[in-house]
Structures are given as C-alpha cells and as structure tokens.
C-alpha cells in the first residue's frame, strides 16, 4: 500500500477547545489595543483636564470625599457642597465626630443621603483601625463601608498611585467604544470583565493620571454625542473606525419607577419668644431676644424621619398618602386636616392650595399637592416647631420637598 508523502495537515480544533482558542486570540488582540491608549491619553489629560477643587490637591481625605460626592451627581453641582464640607469637615477627625443632622444639613441637595451616613460610618472606622488615616490598600479600602470597586480604584490610584483600575460609567462607555465591545454594561459581569483588561494594561507609573484621563475623555469627548474628531483615542478606537459609537455602548433598561402619590401639609404657626425659651421649637432662645424684649416668630411644623429607608434621618414636613382634592374654604377640609395634624378643629385657621410638584428618586417618583395650613398653639409631639428664620442653617430638609419650602416667605 502506498503511503502518503504530502504535508501533515493540521489538527482541527472544534467544540469548546476552538472557542477557547477564539476567546484567548480576541483577549489578546483587545489587550493590545488597550495597551496603546496610555502614550495617547495622559499628554491629551494634561492638556485638557479640568481645574477641579478636588484635583488641586491629592490628599487621600479629599479624594475620597469628592469620589464620595460625584456619584451620581453632576460636577458643577458637587463644587459649592464640596468647599463648605471641607471647610467644616477638614480630615477623619473632624468626620468621625460631626453630628449627624450636621452632617446632613451639608449633604443636603446632594440626594442618596446613605452615603452620607456611610461617609461618617468609613470615618469611625478608620479612626479605630487606621490611625485616623484613609487606608492605601485597595482591599482595605473595600472594607470600609459606602466605598466600592470604583472608588477603592479611584482612592488607590489618584492618592497612593495604586495600579488598579477605576471603572465608573465613563469608562464602560469608553472602553466599550474603544473595543467595539457589545457587552452590556449594565451588567456586573461586564465591568469585572474591563477591570480585569485594564488592571493588565493601564499605565504602570501614572495610574491616577491614567484613570481621570478616562473620566475626563467620558465626560468631554466621549458623551453619549460623541466627538469622535476631537478624541485623542480615535487612533485606536474600533467603534469609531467602525461607524458603531452610536450603538455602543450597550445598555439595558433600568426598571421602571414605582409612582408614589403624597399631600404634603406646610402647618405653619406663630410663637412668642422669651429670653430662656424652652418650648416646642427645640431652641433655647429662638428668636434671639438677648435684650427680655418678648418677640413673636414664626414657625413651621417638622417630623423627623426613621433612622432607615428612604430619606432616613432628614426632616420634613407633614405628609400622608394619596393626593387630597380640598376645597380650602371647606368645612370638611378644615375638619380633616385637624385629623390629620392631631389638633382640635377651632384651632385650624387659613388653609391654601399650593399646587403640585414631583421629584424623582432612583427607584421611586412622588407625585405630591401640597397645602399650607395656619394652626394656633401646639402641635402634638411627633412635630417640632422650627423657626423658619433658622430653617436653612439647621434642619437638613430634602430636596424633594424644595417646592414646598418656597412657601416659607422668608426662605430664600
């Protein structure tokens, strides 16, 4: 039998090993791409960054609080809260020990008042077990409460120049454009994924830098109107070799939000200020009358939220479920209101509409009517009277109810 002298052919590769095999060359190929945005991207950041309050100094403390800060949350919008926090709150010290309605009262506006909460809750933790000091290790920063993967990688890396990767939602849409990566990013798979690219091709010597390159290329350039033109990656960016950056990245949809109707009730009062004053308003002497002269203040109703769950801890003004339709000249409106306030009826004077508003939470929107509602004497003890001339600077009062505190001629 003859036998065959022609060249070996070459074993076929199917099934799981030739995915396999597909799966590592695609890796491959992908770490290389990424491996030449850093010589691209950091002499772009240090032309075009921004001055950022936040970035004039990398101090650890800083970092993390201004990390703390834009989750979320627009950067012109963080600047103003920014400054008067850490001029209240300069270091771990001065956190760990703030009162909490202080500590509101300075978030307020912020929304996601459980980082706030977190942020003191990380500090008392480092005063016990780091010396008072933000820790440098990714891992013990993961430790610390209301501090995730993205902000351990942003702390580490802009502060201690940790090489670890920050991947936030400019950098999914970044790198995703980059790769010409279909995953969805709204899944925790496909950032472990871009961490996992990253860690391996991020700039060694810069890493901090490296990182807000990203952030700043997400936010400037990079947007979801992308100016492809002005990209310093554009070089190596398969989406946009590729006409793909309006499909990429890919998201999924978030699920709707639960629709919750309110009344909100704006009780508003009148009190006689005395030197020594003791009384429903919480203030020793609210109207400041140093000289004994009696001074009539006015004041409006607060309860105080539960220590958990929405807005927990922040004060607010009365409100029920579902949406009241009153006719403000009513008897039975004056008679329902006292129900609800706890105040006999005689006691209810001047009732007026003062319309609607809404506010969107992340998983929940309000569809409120408020009312504003004149009462003589006492309130039952689930409320205080607030000075409204002193409601600014001392009670931490949600945003979602901003429409309503309008009524409140002297709060501006």
Not at 39 to 56: G, M, N, S, T, V
Not at 119 to 143: D, Y
Not at 205 to 230: H, I, K, M, W, Y
Request: aromatic content about 8%; proline content about 7%; overall charge positive.
């Amino acid at each position: 039998m003859a036998m065959y002298k022609g060249p070996i052919p070459e074993r076929r590769v199917d099934g799981p090993a030739k995915r396999l095999q597909q799966e590592e060359q695609l890796q491959q190929r992908q770490e290389e791409r990424l491996g030449q945005i850093g010589a691209l991207l950091l002499p772009w950041y240090k032309d075009h960054a921004r001055d950022l309050p936040w970035r004039r100094d990398a101090d650890p403390y800083r970092v993390w609080i201004s990390e703390i800060m834009l989750q979320q949350t627009r950067v012109d919008a963080v600047k103003p809260y920014y400054g008067r926090f850490m001029a209240k709150l300069p270091d771990v010290a001065a956190l760990a020990q703030v009162e909490e309605d202080v500590l509101l009262k300075l978030w307020e506006g912020l929304g996601y008042y459980s980082r706030a909460r977190n942020l003191k809750k990380a500090a008392m933790q480092m005063m016990e077990q780091h010396g008072g000091r933000v820790p440098s290790s990714f891992e013990e920063l993961l430790k610390l409460p209301g501090i995730g993967r993205y902000t351990a990688g942003a702390v580490a890396s802009i502060a201690y120049k940790v090489p670890v990767p920050a991947v936030d939602g400019n950098v999914l849409r970044v790198i995703s454009r980059v790769l010409a990566s279909f995953k969805d990013i709204a899944l925790p798979q496909t950032r472990t994924w871009m961490e996992g690219l990253l860690k391996k091709t991020m700039d060694q010597e810069q890493p901090g830098l490296f990182n807000q390159g990203l952030f700043e290329v997400g936010a400037l350039v990079c947007t979801r109107s992308p100016d492809c033109g002005a990209c310093p990656l554009a070089a190596v960016c398969a989406a946009s070799k590729k006409d793909l950056c309006r499909e990429i990245p890919v998201k999924s949809g978030k699920k709707a939000r639960r629709i919750e109707e309110r009344t909100v009730l704006v009780v508003r009062g009148r009190e006689t200020a005395r030197p020594g004053m003791a009384g429903e308003t919480e203030d020793p002497n609210p109207a400041g009358t140093a000289d004994g002269r009696e001074e009539v203040m006015e004041v409006v109703a607060l309860k105080k939220r539960p220590p958990k769950g929405l807005l927990a801890s922040l004060y607010e003004f009365p409100n029920i479920e579902g949406k009241l339709s009153l006719d403000p000249e009513s008897v039975a409106a004056r008679a329902l209101l006292s129900q609800i306030i706890g105040v006999a009826e005689e006691r209810v004077g001047k009732i007026s509409l003062l319309g609607e508003a809404e506010h969107v939470f992340s998983h929940v929107e309000w569809h409120m009517v408020g009312y504003e509602i004149w009462v003589e004497g006492s309130l039952p003890p689930t409320f205080i009277w607030a000075d409204i001339c002193k409601l600014e600077g001392k009670y931490p009062l949600p945003s979602a109810f901003l429409a309503y505190r309008k009524a409140l001629s002297k709060v501006k």
